[in-house]
């Protein structure tokens, strides 16, 4: 089912999002909406949105009204609070992920280590995925929802380019002007394989080389050097790890079958990749069998291939080789 919704609000569940995995309660349908401001007791806020008034002159009073305006602004997110209905949205940032959820619109008071504060149940629970299940990592969130991180307040309404964004992404959908240029890559990627087939065979290895190399690897061995197994032998000069990497214009299941059966007597490297741009049909279904779960065994073919050559920005190169 698609998640609409009338509004989106991003709130702070406490000091430091303190309260962040209490509200949550373990992904439960027991779940909910946190917000202190015990300076104004639930008996006078629950008359919002009409005390305001009332509300405001109880602020002014507590250190929460260094000034009218912050006053007021206080007072408003208390307000967004009380007043917001259920067709709101709400998010938060937590442990690196988004969360969201909608609440009831009934307040409730409760009393944490005698300061009163108020609560919203959760309808559903809170969410760190998407519908399709897939986890709403921030690092895969646009800058302009992840600065909403740092509003100085508690309660914020996000605009609405980046609420329509931030439902996409709840959805696993993309805005228009997304999916527009996703299928022009795809356009690419699809035209590209023809081009990096007619690669002559040594600037074929060279492109698979540049791959790597743009993805941190180092070279510690020579290219088509005493292990004719091994045409790339690379470490990662952070975690120290090594790998092989085999480059094959083209390829059958025999020439698979031989690299895997001699890489398991070779103990040094912890990944074996097999790259090819013009695999047999027996080799597509053989490698897609037996390639390890554990990622021991790493099969590029020419779809997966061109991909790499996107993320890595060397399109150019190839096209520049190719003419």
């Given at each position: 089912m698609t998640i609409t919704c009338?509004?989106?609000?991003?709130?702070?569940?406490?000091?430091?999002?303190?309260?962040?995995?209490?509200?949550?309660?373990?992904?439960?349908?027991?779940?909910?909406?946190?917000?202190?401001?015990?300076?104004?007791?639930?008996?006078?806020?629950?008359?919002?949105?009409?005390?305001?008034?009332?509300?405001?002159?109880?602020?002014?009073?507590?250190?929460?009204?260094?000034?009218?305006?912050?006053?007021?602004?206080?007072?408003?997110?208390?307000?967004?609070?009380?007043?917001?209905?259920?067709?709101?949205?709400?998010?938060?940032?937590?442990?690196?992920?988004?969360?969201?959820?909608?609440?009831?619109?009934?307040?409730?008071?409760?009393?944490?280590?005698?300061?009163?504060?108020?609560?919203?149940?959760?309808?559903?629970?809170?969410?760190?995925?998407?519908?399709?299940?897939?986890?709403?990592?921030?690092?895969?969130?646009?800058?302009?929802?992840?600065?909403?991180?740092?509003?100085?307040?508690?309660?914020?309404?996000?605009?609405?380019?980046?609420?329509?964004?931030?439902?996409?992404?709840?959805?696993?959908?993309?805005?228009?002007?997304?999916?527009?240029?996703?299928?022009?890559?795809?356009?690419?990627s699809t035209a590209l394989i023809?081009?990096?087939?007619?690669?002559?065979?040594?600037?074929?290895?060279?492109?698979?080389?540049?791959?790597?190399?743009?993805?941190?690897?180092?070279?510690?061995?020579?290219?088509?050097?005493?292990?004719?197994?091994?045409?790339?032998?690379?470490?990662?000069?952070?975690?120290?790890?090594?790998?092989?990497?085999?480059?094959?214009?083209?390829?059958?299941?025999?020439?698979?079958?031989?690299?895997?059966?001699?890489?398991?007597?070779?103990?040094?490297?912890?990944?074996?990749?097999?790259?090819?741009?013009?695999?047999?049909?027996?080799?597509?279904?053989?490698?897609?069998?037996?390639?390890?779960?554990?990622?021991?065994?790493?099969?590029?073919?020419?779809?997966?291939?061109?991909?790499?050559?996107?993320?890595?920005?060397?399109?150019?190169?190839?096209?520049?080789?190719?003419?």
């Amino acid at each position: 089912m698609t998640i609409t919704c009338t509004q989106a609000l991003f709130i702070k569940l406490g000091n430091g999002n303190k309260w962040a995995d209490e509200c949550f309660a373990n992904g439960t349908s027991k779940g909910f909406v946190r917000l202190d401001y015990s300076e104004i007791p639930h008996k006078l806020a629950n008359g919002l949105p009409g005390n305001s008034e009332a509300v405001f002159e109880a602020a002014i009073n507590f250190p929460l009204g260094a000034t009218t305006g912050a006053s007021r602004r206080h007072v408003n997110e208390i307000c967004k609070f009380y007043a917001s209905n259920e067709q709101v949205l709400w998010f938060t940032f937590h442990a690196n992920r988004l969360w969201w959820c909608f609440s009831k619109h009934k307040v409730t008071p409760e009393i944490v280590d005698g300061t009163e504060l108020k609560r919203r149940s959760v309808i559903g629970r809170w969410s760190d995925a998407n519908i399709l299940g897939e986890t709403l990592l921030k690092s895969k969130l646009s800058g302009n929802l992840l600065k909403t991180e740092g509003f100085k307040g508690t309660i914020c309404v996000i605009a609405d380019d980046v609420r329509d964004y931030l439902l996409n992404k709840i959805n696993g959908t993309v805005e228009p002007h997304v999916r527009q240029a996703q299928e022009a890559q795809q356009v690419l990627s699809t035209a590209l394989i023809p081009v990096i087939q007619h690669l002559h065979p040594a600037d074929f290895e060279i492109l698979v080389d540049l791959i790597f190399m743009h993805g941190g690897w180092q070279r510690v061995g020579i290219s088509g050097g005493t292990e004719k197994d091994i045409d790339l032998d690379l470490e990662s000069p952070i975690t120290g790890e090594h790998i092989a990497v085999q480059v094959k214009s083209k390829a059958n299941v025999g020439v698979w079958s031989n690299y895997r059966k001699v890489a398991d007597e070779m103990k040094d490297y912890s990944r074996f990749y097999f790259v090819t741009h013009s695999p047999d049909r027996a080799l597509q279904e053989a490698a897609k069998a037996q390639t390890s779960a554990d990622g021991r065994y790493v099969y590029w073919d020419e779809v997966e291939l061109t991909r790499h050559v996107i993320r890595s920005g060397l399109t150019g190169w190839v096209l520049d080789k190719a003419a």
